[in-house]
């Protein structure tokens, strides 16, 4: 090999390494149940953030059921993702109040009216559903649907290829609590993809978040932390239909389903 080309070898060799090197590492905690849907939705969202974060210079890792000490010292957590319920996440919301905290599991409507400002919802509330059932029932007989934040039968918006790998992953549908919880590492990773200043994660998320989610619309969060998305009408285990309605208007009605305000 002559000098010139082991020259090159050994520049493209040190350059490389600082690359890899230069890796910032995205610590997000998991709590709850390991063997869920939830975490395997989770653990979906890791695979792809990270193959995203290769090019980034990201590396995610999950660390599951992190104690609040864990949270407080390892100084590169940047998010929680818990299924919890309301009484735990409050205590949580409370202890780790600098880092965002993603709900995937509990629907309470109370929770979201508190405003807890580093708590975000993922999972649709109870109210959601109930109104989403009420706006598809107007002028319709057959009462027979459910509503719910997602369905393994969805086909449109990419949503078949979202479903299709997590079928393959984990041999089983993906259901509402396992789009949580990968709609939650995609979040994070899609902000920092987005902004290199991963310390300003929450604020970001809160105010400059335009998530697709394979939902067909940009989605959002509201005041109270709950994110804005359709509800999906089911029937005999299939998608008949959508509220707010796909179209031109659909974004300016999300607010219509659930609550939109804070009772601090």
């Not at 709590?31 to 590396?59: M, P």
């Not at 890792?61 to 993702?81: S, Y």
């Not at 310390?199 to 932390?225: A, Y």
């Not at 359709?230 to 959508?242: K, M, S």
Request: net charge negative; with cysteine.
């Amino acid at each position: 090999m002559s000098k010139t080309l082991n020259s090159i070898v050994l520049l493209l060799g040190c350059c490389i390494t600082s690359t890899v090197l230069a890796q910032e590492e995205i610590l997000i905690g998991y709590i709850g149940d390991t063997n869920s849907e939830a975490r395997r939705g989770v653990e979906l969202g890791l695979q792809e953030a990270n193959i995203q974060g290769k090019f980034l210079g990201l590396s995610f890792r999950i660390l599951d059921n992190p104690t609040p000490l864990q949270i407080r010292v390892l100084g590169n957590f940047k998010a929680v993702v818990s299924k919890k319920d309301a009484t735990e996440l409050r205590i949580f919301a409370t202890e780790s109040s600098e880092i965002p905290i993603f709900n995937v599991s509990e629907r309470s409507e109370a929770l979201r009216q508190e405003c807890h400002d580093n708590l975000l919802h993922i999972i649709t509330s109870e109210a959601m559903l109930d109104d989403a059932i009420r706006q598809w029932s107007r002028g319709r007989v057959d009462s027979s649907s459910e509503a719910i934040g997602w369905h393994h039968s969805l086909r449109k918006y990419a949503a078949s290829q979202l479903n299709s790998r997590y079928q393959q992953r984990f041999s089983e549908p993906m259901s509402e609590h396992a789009w949580a919880g990968w709609a939650s590492i995609k979040i994070i990773s899609d902000t920092l993809a987005r902004s290199a200043n991963s310390d300003r994660l929450l604020s970001t998320i809160k105010n400059n978040l335009k998530f697709d989610g394979q939902k067909g619309v940009s989605m959002s969060f509201r005041e109270n932390g709950q994110l804005r998305q359709p509800v999906l009408i089911t029937q005999n285990d299939e998608v008949i239909g959508e509220i707010p309605p796909p179209g031109p208007n659909t974004i300016n009605q999300l607010d219509s389903l659930g609550t939109t305000d804070c009772y601090k």
